[in-house]
């Protein structure tokens, strides 16, 4: 079983529970035999949903998990997930340089400026040019920024998709060239297994994963996404690669 799930959302992060606090996270790694958590919350700047308009206050959350780990005898890192934007990449790069994260979760939550989780994003879009712009916002986010760690949950669009799962084939090309910079950058893949809960399958899908390794990649983070303590680990055991 994985023992360190680097993809973690406290009460910082508008959409995970209140009760999702680092030190509940202690105590829940603690429980199921977790070693190591890594904390990723939230960080999209200009984002298209109302509830991400106010930011994380950085400097006062990374004094907080300062405090927290001077007391805690499990393994905690601090890390973040930054939302990629064509039109925000500049600021992104400064946000990355000025914080000491150990750990960066590169995702695409917004394209063309439009939300995926209010199917905003779909409106007036076949299911294959839809799926066709969103990988090509995440070859862009992996060719643009250098200061990540991994490649959060790629082709996880399906999920909010008013259509079913995307298929391999047609887009395979566009998702080789995101797999290539990735390895070129030598960068990891994320397994992230919050698609369990809906898709029944981890994010990226096994030919995405398959791929990766035929060209060589060997880099994976492993990642719950967990928004809910309850959720720490969640289908760790149902992970392949």
Not at 10 to 24: E, G, L, Q, R
Not at 186 to 215: H, M, W
């Amino acid at each position: 079983m994985i023992i360190h799930d680097t993809h973690i959302h406290t009460h910082y992060s508008k959409d995970a529970s209140i009760d999702a606090t680092f030190n509940a996270y202690i105590k829940q790694a603690k429980r199921i035999g977790i070693t190591s958590l890594t904390f990723t919350d939230h960080h999209d700047i200009d984002p298209a949903h109302p509830l991400f308009k106010e930011p994380i206050d950085f400097d006062a959350y990374i004094k907080h998990f300062n405090k927290v780990k001077k007391t805690t005898d499990v393994d905690i890192h601090l890390g973040v997930e930054v939302g990629y934007q064509h039109h925000v990449k500049e600021e992104i790069k400064a946000f990355l340089r000025r914080y000491p994260f150990e750990h960066v979760i590169l995702s695409v939550h917004y394209v063309e400026k439009k939300d995926l989780y209010t199917q905003a994003f779909f409106e007036g879009k076949t299911k294959e040019e839809a799926y066709d712009i969103y990988f090509n916002a995440c070859l862009e986010a992996v060719t643009e920024i250098d200061d990540y760690t991994t490649f959060g949950h790629l082709d996880y669009i399906p999920r909010y998709a008013p259509f079913d799962d995307y298929d391999f084939q047609i887009h395979k090309d566009k998702i080789e060239k995101i797999l290539q910079m990735i390895i070129k950058k030598n960068k990891a893949l994320e397994i992230n297994t919050s698609g369990f809960v809906t898709e029944n399958r981890q994010y990226p899908k096994q030919e995405v994963i398959n791929l990766y390794q035929q060209l060589g990649g060997t880099r994976f983070t492993y990642g719950s996404d967990a928004h809910e303590v309850k959720d720490l680990g969640r289908y760790f055991h149902n992970i392949k690669t």
